[in-house]
Each structure stands twice: as C-alpha cells, then as structure tokens.
C-alpha cells in the first residue's frame, strides 16, 4: 500500500515551522541556523508531508565526496509511532549512500537503533550551560596573546580564507559554504586570533538561541590552538550577553571539560557522535565548541 507521506526538500516556508519543533525538543536552535542548513545542501534537508501538514524533518547533508551528516531528525509527537520518520531515515540515508562516512549526533536512548544501520561510537558529546550576568568570574589576562604577537579581530576584519584554511585542519571535512554562511550571519558575535602573518590561531561566535522556554545564547564554532586561547575567546565572545550560554564539546578534546568546569559552567546532556564508514582521521583535540550537533 503506498505511504501517505511525501518527502519533499524544505523551502524558505518550512524554515518557521521547523525552528519551532527543533526549540519544542530541546534543541536550542540559533537564530537562522535552518537557513544556513538549507544553504550548505540544497537537496540534502526534507520535510514530510501527510497531505496539506507538514509532521517531520531531516538533515542529510553532503559535505564533499567524502563526508555526509545526518541531524535535524524529529517526528512531531502526534504522529509518532506509524512509520514516518523510518521513512525519512531511509530517504537520507540513500542521499549519504555512496559517502565513505556518515556521520550523526545519536541521543543515548537511541544508540542501539543506530548500530542496527551500521553506525559505530565514536566519542561522547557534552552540552555546558552557564547562567550568568555576561562577565566571567576569573580576571581576563589579555597580555598572553598580545605577547605572542596576536590580534583579536572581529566581524568584516577578520581573513575568512585564514578561518577556512584553520578550520578545514580541524574538523572531519572542509566546509567552505557552511562556514562562510555561519560567520557572516548578523545574528550575534565572531572573533579570531590571527597573527602577524595573517594565519588563525582560533575563533569562534556566539549567537541568539531560542530555549523551550525563553532565549538564549550559543556558543559554537569554538576553535583555538590552545585552552589558554579558547579562555580568552569564550571570556570574549560571553560578555555583555547576560543569561543562558550553551556550548557543546566533543569528547575527542580531553582539555575541553577541564576548562569549562573551571568557568562555572556546568553539565546538562549529553550524545554519542558515532560514524558509519571509515572514521575521519582528524584529530578534535583544539575544537572547544561545535558549530552545531544538527550539521556536526
């Protein structure tokens, strides 16, 4: 018997819709995130349709040749339990199916399902949360970077080919449209450390997000060559931005909870990052914060 569902890719018009369902779960989405997915692949985010409603989304992005990720995958809770999001899984994963790797960011009541497809863990991932007035405790000692012969820039001056080229060396896969898209989008604040020469030693953003109740505030990109530079990019980027400030971290960068813990923040969930195919093989051991757990 044919399913009633139909898949289609999702417009600018289900970006509202999608927003809504991705804060009611707990997402935290940031302020114009869906639109940066939807940007990054065009044919690789769907919504499904039961007639004139729209009941589910995902994410099945291609970075390159390489590399794909899955994300962004909810049924809303009426229409849960008749087969919808199997479907909507199996769409994706037929767009990834040719990809030496896939990966995705499971919840853990779900990793035993994804194993059954074929997926591996890989390192857990932890959400950090500080609520605060936008200051943090401990004095910032900007002499340190200054020494070293460092700039922080912000906004329109920082080199975005200096930002592609360092984050390209520290993530699974080069991501030039994602990553302009993201740092370029007014909603909130980048800055990088960049030297004499031109060359990155960090960076990271933080936007406006919406909690399930409330606003808030993400952190992520959040990349430094040292915990001592990532200290001075989260002091930065946290102050003046009272309130709720997430982060996530992989589990890959062993300096990452240390850190943090340090700085008031405290822990408030967790997911497995865990890959079918053949692992990246680059290391996470300098990223502070991810972009996004939807996109990796």
């Known amino acids: 018997m044919p399913s009633l569902l139909k898949i289609r890719p999702l417009q600018r ?42 009941v589910g989304c995902i994410a099945g992005v291609r970075y390159n040749a390489a590399y794909g990720f899955i994300g962004l995958f909810m049924v809303v809770p009426e229409q849960r339990g008749h087969g919808y999001g199997v479907q909507m899984w199996e769409h994706a994963l037929e767009h990834l199916v040719d990809l030496p790797c896939i990966g995705l960011e ?50 329109e001056s920082i080199p975005a080919m200096a930002i592609q080229a360092y984050d390209a060396m520290r993530e699974p896969s080069p991501r ?74 992989p589990g890959a960068n062993p300096l990452a909870d240390d850190l943090l813990q340090r700085l008031g923040f405290s822990q408030v969930s967790s997911t497995l990052r865990m890959y079918r195919g053949v692992q990246p093989p680059i290391s996470l051991a300098d990223v502070y914060g991810l972009a996004c757990l939807e996109l990796g």
């Open 176 to 249: 030039p449209h994602f990553l302009a898209d993201w740092l370029k989008h007014p909603a909130g604040t980048v800055l990088a450390l960049v030297d004499g020469n031109g060359r990155c030693h960090g960076f990271g953003r933080i936007r406006p997000c919406l909690l399930q109740d409330g606003e808030g505030w993400r952190i992520g990109p959040l990349l430094a060559d040292t915990p001592q530079l990532a200290e001075l990019l989260l002091r930065r980027l946290i102050d003046r931005h009272p309130g709720v400030v997430l982060l996530d971290t």
């Open 106 to 155: 499971a919840s853990l009541d779900r990793v035993d399902d994804y194993k059954r497809w074929g997926f591996e863990a890989a390192s857990p991932t932890t959400r950090w949360q500080l609520v605060g007035n936008g200051e943090l405790m401990a004095t910032d000692d900007s002499s340190g970077f200054e020494a070293n012969g460092l700039q922080l820039l912000e906004g």
């Open 13 to 54: 018009d289900d970006i509202p819709p999608v927003t809504q369902w991705a804060r009611g779960e707990g997402f935290a989405p940031g302020v114009g995130d869906v639109s940066i997915y939807r940007h990054t692949d065009r044919q690789g985010l769907w919504v499904g349709w039961l007639g004139n409603s729209p």
